[in-house]
């Protein structure tokens, strides 16, 4: 693998229209260790989205070698075999026995037609095995549409492909350390028609028992009501839900209420989402068309777009 580089500097930015900004210790991927002080002024100003910008003074520059955690501006990797089109899994695996939500019942997978009963019924040499699965809807990572938070919901069925599949997508890095996602933190982004997907690092945590812990990262309500009126397709989050499920939040779920009000379907007990970059992916995260259920597990994925 080509080793992958970011910049740490110090920048202080001057915009025609008046008015400035300056920032301390910044870290920016770069495409390399050779990049000229223009080239990283102009990729800064392009990975913040900035306008009316009249000038950018770099100062305290090193160069460390580190993975990319993600910045516009600077190409994806090409997959295998110089593949510019790569797929990236986004979902936990299904396993007999697994724990998604503590305390909530677990996957048993067994078998409905072994291999040996079935040669019984085929010609010598021919066999199958038809396997069975019992378990509640919200296991491993799954979709939440209406009917999941509202008696009158649209459900798995009644929800459209266009709010499930083939979203262009866009990730939120949130802090480390940081618990409530809220409108400040989102409002950098455009999200209108996107799939939203909200990069906390909690899934790192996945199947232990500080997975379930009160200080798991949620999306505040007045968040959620942020994403809705800037038009989000889908919301997604790699954390035990969409909601703050400790105990000062008194059973409230003000995020879920929200997105699903106005017809958002939520993803939650994403996984692997440190593999994509901010934004030039498409995202899919469709069930069966299950009728009467608002819940279900998803095979959740990205495709990044051409280099």
């Keep these: 693998m080509d080793d992958q580089w970011r910049a740490q500097f110090d920048a202080e930015v001057t915009f025609a229209n008046g008015g400035g900004l300056r920032t301390d210790g910044f870290r920016l991927d770069v495409p390399g260790p050779d990049i000229t002080d223009d080239e990283l002024a102009a990729l800064f100003v392009r990975h913040l989205g900035l306008l009316m910008v009249a000038e950018v003074r770099i100062t305290g520059r090193t160069m460390i070698e580190e993975p990319h955690k993600g910045g516009r501006g600077v190409p994806a990797r090409p997959g295998p075999e110089g593949n510019s089109r790569r797929l990236v899994e986004l979902s936990h695996v299904v396993t007999d026995g697994m724990t998604t939500l503590p305390g909530w019942p677990a996957p048993r997978i067994t078998e409905w037609l072994t291999r040996e009963a079935s040669r019984a019924n085929y010609a010598p040499g021919t066999e199958f095995q038809v396997g069975r699965i019992d378990m509640i809807a919200n296991t491993g990572t799954y979709v939440d549409t209406p009917a999941h938070r509202f008696a009158d919901g649209a459900d798995l069925a009644a929800t459209g492909l266009e709010r499930l599949a083939d979203l262009p997508g866009v990730v939120v890095r949130v802090p480390a350390g940081t618990r409530a996602v809220d409108r400040l933190l989102l409002a950098p982004y455009e999200v209108a028609g996107h799939a ?112």
């Design 196 to 307: 939203v997907l909200l990069h906390t690092g909690w899934s790192a945590h996945f199947g232990t028992g500080r997975y379930g812990a009160p200080e798991a990262p949620y999306l505040t309500g007045d968040g959620a009501r942020a994403l809705v009126d800037a038009g989000a397709a889908l919301v997604g989050i790699d954390s035990i839900n969409i909601d703050d499920m400790s105990p000062a939040a008194a059973g409230e779920r003000p995020a879920h209420s929200a997105l699903l009000a106005a017809g958002v379907p939520v993803v939650e007990h994403l996984t692997g989402l440190d593999a994509l970059p901010p934004t030039g992916f498409r995202f899919t995260a469709a069930p069966p068309m299950v009728a009467g259920m608002g819940t279900f597990p998803v095979r959740a994925f990205a495709v990044l777009d051409p280099t």
